[in-house]
């Protein structure tokens, strides 16, 4: 699933095409995408038919495009959505399944071929739609008040993993990132909040952050051909992954190799020399 770095990817895609544009006409090809929208599709389309963008904004892995008149378009790419920028006339991708046509002679394409993502009109939500108002800040928001999530983190006997991936708490981080965050900060996803000093609390946030950023400079992670930018471009930062994805190969710092444990119907990756489980606790 797309996380921060490769929704942010997306997003400043959009932005430099997009933002000034008006959607000259909006098609949908399949219903399942607009379904949380309470009129249906043709709801949809009459509320984005000639509609101005004037800013694309995210928090955490939605993002939104800010409309005429404070309204705005909320998407949430799933597991496998694509915002795509195509010129008019470009052949249909297999999954097309919203097409939005700009009057520049531009495309704006929602391709989704499992269909967990989508996109829905949400009035006066240009600056945060109310959909998205209980999310966490996520840690590239200039507002994400590191100390204080590092607090709450540490009065929880919840996992620290687990916390991370809590959206509310702290938004965007996925499975992937949350891994090579912990990774870098020598600690074990099984510590429970409470047992983490604040300099670690503040120490594995600041590594998110780190990991992401350096994540957006290689345009996201890309395991295959489901995650793209809005130019059908690959990220490569799946070569730089130190823990998540790396069963059986050596740790780049001590040389043991990296293990792979079940988590939450998913994968945790971790080393267990650099990142020993905690002791039980005392009963």
Not at 1 to 27: D, F, I, K, Y
Not at 84 to 107: C, I
Not at 167 to 193: F, K, M, T
Request: aromatic fraction near 6%; charged fraction near 30%.
């Amino acid at each position: 699933m797309p996380e921060l770095p490769e929704v942010e990817v997306v997003r400043r895609g959009l932005e430099r095409h997009v933002v000034g544009s008006t959607v000259h006409a909006v098609e949908v090809l399949h219903d399942r995408p607009v379904r949380r929208e309470a009129g249906g599709a043709s709801s949809f389309v009459q509320h984005m038919t000639g509609r101005t963008v004037s800013a694309v904004r995210r928090r955490g892995k939605y993002f939104w495009l800010a409309l005429d008149g404070d309204d705005a378009m909320l998407g949430h790419l799933g597991m496998s959505g694509q915002m795509l920028l195509k010129s008019a006339g470009a052949p249909d991708e297999r999954h097309l399944r919203v097409r939005f046509v700009l009057d520049d002679g531009m495309e704006m394409r929602f391709v989704d071929q499992r269909m967990f993502g989508g996109l829905s009109y949400a009035p006066g939500g240009a600056e945060l739609p109310a959909e998205i108002a209980h999310i966490g800040r996520d840690p590239l928001d200039e507002q994400f008040d590191l100390a204080d999530v590092a607090r709450r983190m540490r009065r929880r006997t919840v996992a620290v993993k687990r916390q991370l991936l809590d959206q509310n708490l702290v938004s965007g981080v996925g499975n992937i990132y949350a891994d090579e965050a912990l990774w870098r900060a020598r600690l074990n996803g099984e510590r429970p909040g409470d047992r983490l000093t604040q300099t670690q609390a503040v120490d594995v946030l600041g590594r998110a952050q780190e990991v992401m950023l350096a994540a957006l400079d290689e345009g996201g992670t890309s395991f295959d051909a489901l995650y793209v930018n809005v130019n059908g471009e690959s990220g490569y930062f799946d070569r730089s992954l130190k823990a998540y994805g790396q069963e059986d190969r050596a740790c780049e710092r001590c040389g043991t190799a990296i293990v792979r444990v079940a988590f939450m119907n998913r994968s945790s990756y971790y080393c267990p020399k650099c990142q020993p489980k905690p002791r039980a606790r005392r009963s």
